[in-house]
């Protein structure tokens, strides 16, 4: 090791910042035993990975969303491997992107990557005061081709956004779907 003090780094990898990010994560749901302090996922956001149960299930899709993103980027930019700024823009963004969710009348705000496909109906969004379910939205994997297509951020708000457009007739897809 080295003892100038200007060498010495740090170094991360990229899993580590994944759950180093989970580690910072809430689950939305406040804590009566903390005083109201909201739940992280876990200081242990690698053993939830296999590990049954919703918290499992919550650490598992958020690293799947990492690895989706990370590999339609390189696929976007002709199989170019991702820079490790542009890694923790990626990262960024899957963190950020939350939609609430309502079970049993708690309505909680979680990251998106924690929606398994049978919970959809339980999520939403809201859009101009608007709460829009996310399973209300047919045609979710065309309006993120196209969102692609066109340099569009991909976020389930800006995904449900689009919808609602798409179902007024202001945004239109070069795949022609109806309802």
Do not use: C
Not at 30 to 51: H, M, N, P, R, V
Not at 153 to 162: D, R, V
């Amino acid at each position: 090791m080295s003892r100038n003090p200007t060498t010495a780094k740090s170094i991360f990898t990229r899993r580590e910042m994944v759950f180093n990010t989970l580690d910072g994560l809430t689950t939305g749901l406040s804590s009566f035993l903390f005083w109201g302090e909201q739940d992280g996922i876990s200081s242990d956001a690698k053993k939830l990975l296999t590990t049954d149960g919703y918290q499992g299930d919550n650490v598992r899709g958020f690293v799947d969303e990492v690895d989706r993103r990370v590999q339609a980027w390189s696929d976007e930019n002709a199989g170019k491997h991702v820079s490790d700024n542009q890694f923790k823009i990626i990262l960024s963004d899957i963190a950020s992107d939350k939609v609430f969710y309502d079970d049993d009348g708690a309505n909680s705000r979680l990251p998106a990557s924690f929606i398994s496909d049978d919970e959809r109906e339980d999520a939403y969004v809201n859009i101009g005061g608007e709460r829009v379910n996310l399973s209300e939205n047919t045609i979710r994997d065309e309006l993120i081709v196209e969102m692609q297509k066109q340099g569009i951020e991909i976020t389930e708000q800006k995904i449900m956004q689009l919808y609602t457009e798409w179902k007024a007739g202001d945004f239109s897809l070069s795949v022609g779907n109806d309802l």
